[in-house]
């Protein structure tokens, strides 16, 4: 059976890189969520205070990867520590954050972060909340890295 996932982990091109990879992963689109501007674009992002993050949308079959393993992987492919930024990416669009669309992945995502914890010398700030309505970016951020073989 298809189920979603909506992550946000920093710059999205790394992140879909990271997910498009993983066995059971059948779809990705890279986006924007959780802020308040309607039909957001890049620079709206980028440069006005949306509050929105950027974030993969990742349709997976859950007969071949679990909810619980896409975590994992979403807790691999970045530093969840670090509040507003990864890497040389700052802002609130870059914030770590797990949406999630029922109360199954709330709990999962939940206890899955108590795990991880003791992983890391620093606190864990990866925001758990319900997913928002979910705006796709605009094509050539698509499969960038693939696209551009970045």
């Given at each position: 059976?298809?189920?979603?996932?909506?992550?946000?982990?920093?710059?999205?091109?790394?992140?879909?890189?990271?997910?498009?990879?993983?066995?059971?992963?059948?779809?990705?689109?890279?986006?924007?969520?959780?802020?308040?501007?309607?039909?957001?674009?890049?620079?709206?992002?980028?440069?006005e205070?949306t509050?929105?993050?950027?974030?993969?949308?990742?349709?997976?079959?859950?007969?071949?990867?679990?909810?619980?393993?896409?975590?994992e992987?979403?807790?691999?492919?970045?530093?969840?520590?670090?509040l507003?930024?990864?890497?040389?990416?700052?802002?609130?669009?870059?914030?770590?954050v797990?949406?999630?669309?029922?109360?199954?992945?709330?709990?999962?995502?939940q206890?899955?972060?108590?795990?991880?914890?003791?992983?890391?010398?620093?606190?864990?700030?990866?925001?758990?909340?319900?997913?928002?309505?979910?705006?796709?970016?605009?094509?050539?951020?698509?499969?960038?890295i693939?696209?551009?073989?970045?």
């Open positions: 059976m298809i189920q979603k996932a909506l992550f946000g982990a920093g710059c999205f091109w790394g992140v879909e890189e990271h997910f498009i990879k993983v066995n059971g992963v059948t779809k990705t689109e890279v986006g924007y969520s959780g802020g308040k501007t309607i039909n957001p674009t890049y620079e709206n992002v980028c440069y205070n509050d929105h993050v950027e974030v993969l949308q990742i349709e997976f079959d859950e007969n071949i990867i679990s909810y619980e393993n896409l975590v992987e979403f807790w691999k492919c970045h530093d969840p520590t670090t507003d930024r990864q890497g040389p990416d700052v802002g609130r669009q870059y914030r770590s797990i949406y999630y669309f029922n109360n199954k992945q709330k709990n999962i995502a206890k899955s972060k108590e795990k991880y914890q003791p992983n890391f010398e620093s606190r864990i700030v990866t925001e758990i909340s319900k997913a928002d309505i979910f705006y796709k970016a605009e094509e050539y951020h698509q499969q960038y693939q696209k551009t073989k970045n």
